[in-house]
């Protein structure tokens, strides 16, 4: 855990925390003294004004209204409010109105990962690389139910649709490794819908661009497959070691026959892999639910081939 | 005068006798078909208060299991999936077939007649209605749970809850259903009030629980129908595949929210307004004295649920609607926060010169106070726009509304049904007992909840079946403090349902409160009243000489 987190909020770490922060403790302080006056008001009446024991209860006349006690107990809380409101509307504005000089990435949710296209060619599954002290545009979408985007230590949360773009900014002030939650339920695994923002410096994200761009350079098909095996989350719901998850495990399963949940069964050739990926509700394996989402357009077809040849390395006898 | 008091047990001070006065509307009739068919409004609301309660510890249960789950990361004992359901499970349950009917239909039914000094609601066949419409609605989400529950959420947000293959249809139902027993009630406590008061029962004679009450049915008869059209165009869409929030089908999922929380937001008035009633009468009796600024609180019922109906968009800044509508409803939100702070104030005021007792009562009322201020004042947090951007779906939120629905009502609930008790049942319960479970309730409450804030701006979100590690201590106390609270619950089960065979016998009026369902016996005549009650005073005047509100 980040050890320069405080009592009440994880450390500021974009342009956009000190703003809310800042109203955060006002509204913390004044509701702290509002709520400490009536407390203790309440505590030392019910103290001072209490019937003693053996005492007999009697009635004795008391005020029971007093106009000008009800007005200041109106007006001074409404004048507060509106401080906070247009404090907070200020801040909003700000998180809602994108610089120009932003770089855009584009964001997909769906059940249960996100994923992120660079400009540049590189795509990354729950992994968000971004460089400090630059505007980051996100421009996201949902392939299947709403999500949410929600990276705590930058204060800054938007909701992800399907068939709409939803658009969101921020700018890392820190250096660092961020949690990315998802914040709109959106179905059983929304628990693990989970991702990292790491914030680096200009002259490394350069170099990790030009890496993610091109993931597989200088490797064979089945070590890039490997490696996509967990950049493409693919390990989320399949094993390689013969478990079974929420996927079948993909262990032993290239060349051999499969049984599908109608009853018939297919060999598990590079056709049937690559059937299985674009389409998966296609021929659903037996004993599972048809959870899986496409990955059409998602993969480049040298991603598809990398990931059959490594599903191939696992089926050997 | 004289012959009430020759009945045993109805001695104005009523300890030491053994029986209870007779008749009495427990007894006047026997056997189980005399209950279900009765159109007494106490009996029916004694039968709402057992549904309620069966609704609550169902709903507690799942709860329990939700914070043993939770206790540390990774998986105990429920998987994902099981978590899912328990979630969606707790929240139904306690929102639609406990909180919202709990103390209009509980324990308004039982005493706003007798408040009025009327002899019954105005439409007593409706209010039995209800009761049967709320048992139905109930069933279908018993079904629902049979069939492994739904896996939505109580918010039932599309598109998810069109595809989901958990048993949804039926919990909807279950839910439309309820929400036309909600109708009957409010319509029939509206009706009520206007027509049924007794002579000389001025509208600023009214007790403020009727004013409260009277806020809260205006509110279901005017929101629920639109829950009611929204539950029904999402069953629709589910088993006709008409697309109208799928965006599969063309439909707009926004749209939903915004369906969903022009009733549910409402609601959350309808669940909070009628336990500031209670909080009124309870201040008042223990502390004999007229509420301090009667008009004010009064109104600021009527402000409340006025207020309530021009706020739903506050649960949705971060949904993609335009920025302009969340800067109104952020604008809007604001000023429903001056009407609850009106009442606390003026609660806390009455309490100045004031002859106090602390009664059970009262420890929960003045709980209520320290609770509730919590709650609502953590409101603003949540209304600012941009702290809202960080806190929302996440455990702030969820700690928020703990502390307003049950730090609030049900604190409410408890403080009503304990002041009420003997009123009911003509029996004490156990003093040492109740003030046990007080102090339980209270410590394990705030354990419980008081945590999820800080987990909540650190960033946990809600409806998470599991956690990162950092996140465990604090999970682990709530988890503790949760268990702490069931088990005072539990306590006052116990002891109130005790209570009824071994409580002592109390008189008519065993805390010398002011209204006028005090001035019957107790438990009461099967009509209310033997005479025709008339009233001259307000309702909390405390210092008339003699009783001048009965005959």
């Keep these: 855990m980040d050890t320069t987190a405080t009592f009440w909020l994880p450390a500021p770490s974009s342009t956009m925390a000190g703003q809310v922060d800042s109203l955060f403790y006002f509204i913390l302080y004044m509701t702290t003294f509002f709520f400490v006056l009536i407390v203790s008001l309440a505590i030392y009446f019910s103290y001072k004004y209490r019937v003693r024991p053996g005492e007999e209860v009697k009635y004795k006349a008391a005020p029971t209204h007093n106009s000008i006690l009800e007005a200041t107990w109106i007006i001074i809380p409404t004048l507060l409010v509106m401080i906070v409101f247009v404090w907070g509307f200020y801040g909003y504005l700000r998180s809602s109105i994108v610089p120009a000089e932003s770089m855009q990435i584009k964001i997909t949710g769906q059940k249960w990962f996100w994923s992120f296209d660079y400009p540049e060619g590189a795509t990354t599954v729950n992994e968000l690389v971004v460089p400090v002290d630059k505007p980051v545009k996100l421009l996201m979408s949902s392939k299947d139910v709403i999500h949410s985007f ?33 914040t709109e339920y959106c179905g059983e695994k929304h628990s693990q819908m989970l991702g990292t923002v790491r914030v680096v410096g200009e002259r490394e994200y350069k170099e990790w661009l030009d890496e993610a ?14 490696k996509l095996y967990t950049a493409k989350a693919c390990n989320t719901c399949h094993t390689i070691d013969g478990k079974p998850s929420n996927g079948p495990s993909l262990k032993d399963v290239f060349g051999h026959k499969v049984k599908l949940v109608d009853g018939s069964e297919v060999e598990a050739d590079e056709n049937y892999l690559r059937e299985s990926i674009l389409n998966p509700a296609g021929k659903v394996v037996a004993g599972y639910q048809p959870i899986m989402p496409t990955f059409q357009g998602i993969l480049k077809d040298k991603e598809m081939d990398a990931l059959i040849a490594f599903i191939q390395t696992l089926g050997d006898k | ?3 009430e008091a020759a009945i045993p047990g109805n001695s104005p001070a009523g300890y030491g006798a053994s029986a209870l006065p007779e008749p009495n509307y427990l007894s006047a009739t026997k056997g189980l078909m005399s209950w279900l068919t009765t159109l007494d409004h106490k009996r029916i609301g004694v039968l709402y208060l057992i549904g309620i309660t069966v609704a609550f510890f169902l709903g507690g249960l799942f709860a329990l299991l939700i914070r043993l789950e939770l206790f540390s990361p990774g998986q105990q004992f429920i998987g994902a999936d099981v978590y899912n359901r328990m979630f969606t499970l707790h929240g139904a349950v306690m929102i639609f077939l406990f909180i919202i009917p709990s103390i209009p239909a509980a324990l308004g039914n039982f005493v706003l007649p007798l408040m009025l000094g009327a002899k019954d609601v105005a439409f007593p066949r409706l209010n039995l209605a209800s009761w049967y419409v709320y048992v139905g609605g109930s069933l279908f989400a018993v079904y629902s749970l049979i069939h492994g529950g739904a896996d939505t959420g109580w918010t039932f947000y599309t598109p998810y809850s069109a595809e989901s293959a958990s048993s949804v249809i039926p919990l909807l139902t279950g839910a439309f259903i309820l929400g036309f027993s909600s109708i009957f009630t409010g319509l029939n406590f509206i009706v009520t009030i206007h027509k049924m008061r007794a002579p000389g029962m001025t509208w600023s004679r009214l007790p403020l629980m009727v004013w409260a009450l009277y806020g809260t049915a205006l509110i279901q008869v005017l929101a629920t129908p639109v829950l009611g059209i929204t539950l029904a165009l999402l069953i629709v869409e589910r088993v006709f595949g008409m697309g109208i929030f799928d965006p599969k089908m063309g439909g707009d999922p926004v749209l939903f929210q915004h369906f969903f929380w022009f009733y549910s937001h409402p609601a959350v008035y309808i669940m909070i307004l009628p336990g500031m009633g209670i909080i009124s009468e309870v201040i008042a009796a223990f502390s004999k004295r007229e509420i301090f600024g009667y008009r004010f609180v009064a109104a600021s019922s009527l402000a409340i649920a006025l207020l309530g109906f021009l706020v739903w968009g506050h649960h949705m800044f971060v949904s993609g609607q335009s920025e302009l509508s969340s800067a109104v409803f952020s604008f809007l939100t604001f000023f429903v926060a001056i009407p609850s702070a009106v009442k606390v104030f003026n609660w806390t005021s009455t309490l100045y010169k004031g002859e106090i007792t602390l009664g059970t009562p009262m420890l929960y009322a003045l709980s209520f106070l320290f609770l509730f201020a919590i709650g609502g004042l953590t409101g603003i947090f949540l209304g600012a726009l941009s702290v809202d951007v960080h806190l929302h779906d996440t455990y702030f939120v969820v700690a928020h509304f703990h502390y307003v629905m049950m730090g609030g009502t049900v ?45 909540g701006t650190h960033g946990m979100p809600r409806r998470y079946a599991d956690y990162l590690p950092q996140f465990q201590r604090l999970h682990g106390f709530s988890s503790i403090g949760a268990f702490i609270l069931g088990f005072g619950l539990m306590i006052i089960a116990i002891y109130l349902i005790a209570s009824l065979k071994y409580g002592k016998v109390v008189g008519k009026n065993p805390w010398g409160a002011s209204t006028l369902e005090w001035e019957t016996t107790s438990p009461p005549h099967p009509h209310n009243f033997e005479y025709q009650p008339t009233v001259n005073t307000g309702p909390y005047d405390f210092g008339r000489e003699t009783a001048t509100h009965a005959k």
């Excluded at chain 2, 009503?416 to 003030?435: D, E, L, N, Q, V």
């Design chain 1, 150 to 182: 929600f990276v705590p230590a930058f204060r800054v949360k938007h909701d992800v649709l399907p068939n709409r773009y939803s658009i969101a900014w921020f700018q890392a002030t820190r250096l660092g490794t961020y949690e990315l939650y998802c």
């Design chain 1, 213 to 226: 761009s091109d993931l597989g350079k200088g490797l064979t098909p089945a070590e890039y497959g490997a």
């Design chain 2, 1 to 3: 005068m004289a012959i």
């Design chain 2, 411 to 455: 604190i409410a609930l408890l403080a009503g049904i304990h002041y009420w008790w003997p009123k009911m049942f003509g029996r004490m319960y156990s003093h040492f007992w109740s003030i046990v479970a007080w102090v339980m309730v209270f410590v394990g409450f705030n354990l419980t909840f008081f945590t999820q804030f800080i987990l």
